[in-house]
């Protein structure tokens, strides 16, 4: 009896590997995934059976690790070569989200200063012009201060001759 049930377990161990190995061949063939759990499922085996059996476990990462079946011109495909798409696409997209950034923020930035021109509050288009006059202008009034301030003190001397004179000529009389 004990016999019996040893060699009824080794059967349906010998039947799991086999399906196991028919899973993993159509895998391969198929270009389905390659990992312990798909071969599992495939076979109708738990993944503890896989992991039991050291042997079966190393073809399935045998299989991950070779390329894919190919035709005529067409390119090996491998997990690592598959990873490092990934990693590429992964990059480009953080790249391309950065410069979507960059764009919205100068998009939103024009349409503000748009916004901001037609609403009648933002400065006139003529700006630089406009800070041109402005400084002629203000060197105009220095120059005029300076010039008001000498005809002031011409003034103020004529003045002060002015005053002799009357003093002078009141003395006289």
């Given at each position: 009896m004990p016999n019996t049930m040893i060699r009824g377990r080794q059967a349906d161990s010998a039947r799991r590997r086999q399906r196991v190995v028919k899973a993993l061949d159509a895998a391969r063939t198929d270009g389905t995934e390659l990992s312990v759990s798909a071969i599992a499922r495939a076979a109708g085996v738990d993944r503890t059976f896989l992991y039991r059996h050291p042997d079966l476990l190393a073809q399935v990462h045998?299989?991950?690790s070779t390329p894919l079946p190919t035709t005529a011109g067409e390119a090996a495909v491998t997990t690592a070569s598959l990873r490092a798409d990934l990693a590429n696409a992964q990059a480009r997209v953080a790249r391309?989200?950065?410069?979507n950034m960059q764009l919205e923020k100068k998009l939103s930035e024009l349409l503000g200063e748009q916004a901001w021109r037609e609403s009648g509050l933002g400065p006139p288009v003529d700006v630089d012009r406009l800070r041109r006059q402005i400084i002629t202008l203000e060197q105009q009034i220095v120059t005029l201060k300076a010039e008001l301030e000498e005809?002031?003190?011409?003034?103020?001397?004529?003045?002060?001759?002015?005053?002799?004179?009357?003093?002078?000529?009141?003395?006289r009389h």
């Open positions: 045998t299989a991950q391309l989200a950065g410069h005809r002031d003190q011409e003034l103020d001397a004529a003045r002060a001759a002015n005053r002799e004179l009357f003093t002078n000529v009141n003395k």
